[in-house]
T-cell receptor, first 114, second 113 residues
Framework: DTGVSQDPRHKITKRGQNVTFRCDPI?????LYWYRQTLGQGPEFLTY????????KSRLLSDRFSAERPKGSFSTLEIQRTEQGDSAMYLC????????????FGPGTRLLVL | EDKVVQSPLSLVVHEGDTVTLNCSYE??????LLWYKQEKKAPTFLFML????IEKKSGRLSSILDKKELFSILNITATQTGDSAVYLC?????????????FGKGTKLSVKP
């Protein structure tokens, strides 16, 4: 499967714990995006990378959230001191930067904070 | 503030019906409009539209963009139960927010046998 992959697919954690998610983009794609989706809503942009550079961060990304893409390939999204409001589906997408880029999404990581 | 509004939010039809889903937008520096289908997991890409009046088709699905009136429609003809999903509309912009897609809330389509 050469699509976007995410790990884990599901995560249950207790409030106050730290969690880390991983995203592996399509191999030739140099852009990688993180979104958050809650029930009944469309995905909301969190941040994106072009290669290893983090180019934009949403104001949704509080200081408890950090994302990295150290070698310009896979990315990690860490949430520290999780809160119940962090419960959501975290989606990763990747694209090849062209004039008409299309973002392709991974299966998502569903986070439940108890 | 940039926004994307989809209507209706939910729709129930029977197999064989034709449906039209609507997406209107208010954004600065419009670049493209995208439609995705989401079935309990990741959104899967359907269409990207950048030019007004040019219809894109894929099987029973088609979509068109009107940049003057700032909306797009997604048509599905001869619907099947497998078309049941949430259909998401998203807009991309030029400039600093390029790639930062703004999504609507989606239209939940249920196709009954």
């Amino acid at each position: 499967d050469t699509g976007v992959s995410q790990d884990p697919r599901h995560k249950i954690t207790k409030r106050g714990q730290n969690v880390t998610f991983r995203c592996d983009p399509i191999s030739e794609h140099n852009r990688l995006y993180w979104y958050r989706q809650t029930l009944g809503q469309g995905p909301e942009f969190l941040t994106y990378f072009q290669n290893e550079a983090q180019l934009e961060k949403s104001r949704l990304l509080s200081d408890r959230f950090s994302a990295e893409r150290p070698k310009g390939s896979f990315s990690t999204l860490e949430i520290q001191r999780t809160e119940q409001g962090d419960s959501a589906m975290y989606l990763c997408a990747s694209s090849l930067r062209t004039d008409q880029e299309t973002q392709y999404f991974g299966p998502g990581t569903r986070l439940l904070v108890l | 503030e940039d926004k994307v509004v989809q209507s209706p939010l939910s729709l129930v039809v029977h197999e064989g019906d034709t449906v039209t889903l609507n997406c209107s937008y208010e954004v600065t520096n419009f670049r493209s409009l995208l439609w995705y289908k989401q079935e309990k997991k990741a959104p899967t890409f359907l269409f990207m539209l950048t030019s007004s009046g040019i219809e894109k088709k894929s099987g029973r699905l088609s979509s068109i963009l009107d940049k003057k009136e700032l909306f797009s429609i997604l048509n599905i003809t001869a619907t099947q139960t497998g078309d049941s999903a949430v259909y998401l509309c998203a807009v991309d912009r030029y400039g600093g927010s390029q790639g930062n897609l703004i999504f609507g809330k989606g239209t939940k389509l249920s196709v009954k046998p």
